[in-house]
């Protein structure tokens, strides 16, 4: 099992939707939680931080279960600037290992 | 410097050569990682380095792949007798510490030929 699983995707969505992206990781005594955007050839770029209490960023809610060792990312009014790969990150317990998802492409289209 | 660097940042290179890949992290910035991402692919975590030890060497692919730091600054990473599917972006990540943010350099979009 892989320590950081996301659906690949693509998804493809119109202008206004919204989307909600999945994760799960393996290693229950995982400590920290991100989610990053990849643009096409370019790094990947810190988007949030996830809390246990969940946390909102505008039009972006980022939710933690750790009892189910899952994270998620909604994203309300989709935007043609959403378009990305999606990255779920989770850090081991110590903070030293920061693992990366294989991410989830995202299309909005008009 | 204001950022992560990386050099250089295209390489081709001719099977079984030996290719030396460098990353110079921010400044103070102790936790420093290697990735590989092969086109249209997912990040591959390659080691990662905490001051200039390396506890993870896990995701190294093969016994070709080694990497150092030094002065808890500058990371190679060597890859000798590269082999086509070696052909990548290899991207360096640093952080103040494990459980911040990381951030990375452009890349080394390597290609073996």
């Known amino acids: 099992r892989k320590e950081v699983e996301q659906d690949p995707g693509p998804f493809n969505v119109p202008e206004g939707a919204t989307v909600a992206f999945n994760c799960t990781y393996s290693n229950s005594a995982s400590q920290s939680f991100f989610w990053y955007r990849q643009d096409c050839r370019k790094e990947p770029k810190l988007l949030m931080s996830v809390y246990s209490s969940g946390n909102e960023d505008g039009r972006f809610t980022a939710q933690l279960n750790r009892a189910s060792q899952y994270i998620s990312l909604l994203i309300r009014d989709s935007k043609l600037s959403d378009s990305a790969t999606y990255l779920c990150v989770v850090t081991e317990t110590g903070g030293f290992k920061t693992i990366f998802g294989a991410g989830t492409r995202l299309f909005v289209k008009a | 410097g204001a950022g992560v660097s990386q050099s250089p940042s295209n390489k081709v290179t001719e099977k079984g050569k030996d290719v030396e890949l460098r990353c110079d992290p921010i400044?103070?910035?102790?936790?420093l990682y290697w990735y590989r991402q092969r086109l249209g692919q997912g990040l591959e975590f390659l080691i990662y380095?905490?001051?200039?030890?390396?506890?993870?060497k896990s995701g190294l692919p093969s016994d070709r792949f080694s990497a150092e730091r030094t002065g808890e600054s500058v990371s190679t990473l060597t890859i000798q007798r590269t082999q086509q599917e070696d052909s990548a972006v290899y991207l360096c990540?640093?952080?103040?510490?494990?459980?911040?943010?990381?951030?990375f350099g452009q890349g080394t979009r390597l290609t073996v030929v």
């Open positions: 990540a640093s952080s103040w510490t494990g459980n911040t943010e990381a951030f």
């Open positions: 380095f905490q001051g200039n030890s390396a506890p993870d």
């Open positions: 400044s103070g910035h102790t936790a």
